[in-house]
């Protein structure tokens, strides 16, 4: 089978203009994600009631179903809830003329919270309690001490899984096609449909997420020489008490 190399670069370029379009369900989605997962993350190290059975049973659902299923009910019933809504007030808005891409927004941000309150969680749980304790007896407020002293540390035990979810929400943003949104799987296969050019398609598509990918990962291993630093931090207290 001989491929259509033209059709190729040609699709790649007019696929390259769809970039931005995946980064901003990725970026918005992880805006989202970082502050309600952290404090998701807070609810269920502390034992909050009620919203830690909340958060539980969210992340149980999210995890525990696909996403593909997650943005077919999303995008099939969220519309209908709004246009109801909206007869009902009077408000003479065009439900279905809302653009796709904000139906993207809610579907990864919303899936990418349950990841990250996990990914969080395990982080934060890797600090010794001891050094909270300590930065609170030096007269430092709760607030101040995560800031200074426990994210920092937790942020390098989470970053390689605050990556590889990344990397994961990258490529799961393919399927935003469904909801009808131009990213870079919506417009290659629509190149393709013309000719039915699907193979040289798929290949545009492969070759352009391994690249987007790769940067993300380069990018990561930036951030996580630069925060290296803390890396001892949390063995510091351990070593103290077994001095004394």
């Known amino acids: ?12 370029l007019l696929a390259l203009r769809a970039i ?16 309600v997962g952290f404090f998701m993350a807070i609810s269920r190290i502390y034992n909050v009631k009620l ?14 179903t696909p996403i593909v299923l997650q943005i077919l009910i999303i995008y099939s019933l969220l519309p209908s809830l709004l246009n109801a809504f909206v007869k009902q007030m009077g ?17 990864f941000a919303l899936n990418t919270t349950a990841g990250l309150s996990e990914i969080f969680r395990s982080a934060l749980l890797t600090v010794e309690r001891g050094q909270l304790e300590a930065a609170l007896a030096v007269g430092l407020s709760p607030a101040q001490a995560y800031i200074r002293i426990i994210i920092p540390q937790a942020l390098v035990s989470a970053l390689p899984n605050i990556c590889n979810l990344t990397i994961n929400l990258i490529k799961s943003t393919s399927l935003a096609f469904i ?16 000719g039915y050019n699907y193979i040289e398609a798929y290949l545009d598509i492969f070759v352009m997420y391994i690249i987007i990918c790769g ?3 380069w990018l990561f291993t930036l951030v996580e020489n ?19």
């Open 51 to 64: 919203l830690r059975q909340f958060v539980t049973l969210y992340v149980s659902f999210v995890r525990g």
């Open 179 to 194: 909801m009808t949104v131009r990213d870079i799987t919506a417009v290659a296969k629509i190149a393709a449909s013309y």
């Open 215 to 217: 940067v993300c990962q």
């Open 1 to 12: 089978m001989e491929l259509n190399v033209q059709f190729m670069i040609r699709t790649f």
């Open 91 to 107: 408000l003479g808005i065009n439900v279905f003329d809302i653009n796709p891409i904000l139906y993207a927004f809610v579907v």
């Open 20 to 35: 931005p379009v995946t980064m901003e369900i990725t970026l918005v989605a992880l805006a989202f994600a970082v502050p």
């Open 226 to 244: 630069h925060l290296g630093t803390y890396k001892g931090l949390n063995r510091f207290p351990r070593r103290a008490a077994g001095r004394g």
